[in-house]
T-cell receptor, first 109, second 112 residues
Framework: DAGITQSPRYKITETGRQVTLMCHQT?????MFWYRQDLGHGLRLIYY???????DKGEVPDGYVVSRSKTENFPLTLESATRSQTSVYFC????????FGPGTRLTVT | GNSVTQMEGPVTLSEEAFLTINCTYT??????LFWYVQYPGEGLQLLLK?????DKGSNKGFEATYRKETTSFHLEKGSVQVSDSAVYFC???????????FGGGTRLMVKP
């Protein structure tokens, strides 16, 4: 299916565990983004990528790692999850406009 | 730097009422402006956009006009439906690239 997908859609993990959120797009867009959405903070940019092997920090990058070895994939890793990283995470890709995935709801206990 | 300010919600309306959600921005250069909508449990979807001053974006009965003199991009709809209940985000994209700056979002609730 064409579009942008995220997996898993829901995840519960424990403090200190490593978690990877996956993002896949089928448009071959150069730009991809990771956001987190929290009540009272709106959408905040975590990391973005302008092309394969090119990534850069956004507004709130601490505690997160990204990679982009292929144009279509942009995984986000929480190396040691903390409760403050409980959030809804959105991936997006951009051609002329940004298109968003359905989101991953992550709970860190 | 760039910033977007939206009216705080929630906005509660009865079906068929007129909707206005205010959005103002601060940016250098000539940004493009967007409205995104987020339905419950879903990601954001592009609702409409405008790329230059005095442009009007429209979609699904929603409209917004790019007003450079007042740095505004207010969202309007003449007659809302229950199905319009969602969170609406105003955003701008600077000429420099694909980065979006979002407002805080406005929740709209439409009652039958």
């Amino acid at each position: 299916d064409a579009g942008i997908t995220q997996s898993p859609r829901y995840k519960i993990t424990e403090t200190g565990r490593q978690v990877t959120l996956m993002c896949h797009q089928t448009w071959s867009h150069s730009y991809m983004f990771w956001y987190r959405q929290d009540l009272g903070h709106g959408l905040r940019l975590i990391y973005y990528s302008a092309a394969a092997d090119i990534t850069d920090k956004g507004e709130v990058p601490d505690g997160y790692v990204v990679s982009r070895s292929k144009t279509e994939n942009f995984p986000l890793t929480l190396e040691s999850a903390t409760r403050s990283q409980t959030s809804v995470y959105f991936c997006a890709s951009a051609g002329h406009e940004q298109y968003f995935g359905p989101g991953t709801r992550l709970t860190v206990t | 730097g760039n910033s977007v300010t939206q009216m705080e919600g929630p906005v509660t309306l009865s079906e068929e009422a007129f909707l206005t959600i205010n959005c103002t921005y601060t940016a250098t250069g000539y940004p493009s402006l967007f409205w995104y909508v987020q339905y419950p449990g879903e990601g954001l979807q592009l609702l409409l956009k405008a790329t230059k001053a005095d442009d009007k974006g429209s979609n699904k009965g929603f409209e917004a006009t790019y007003r450079k003199e007042t740095t505004s991009f207010h969202l309007e709809k003449g007659s809302v439906q229950v199905s319009d209940s969602a969170v609406y985000f105003c955003a701008l994209r600077n000429d420099a690239g694909n980065m979006l700056t979002f407002g805080g979002g406005t929740r709209l609730m439409v009652k039958p």
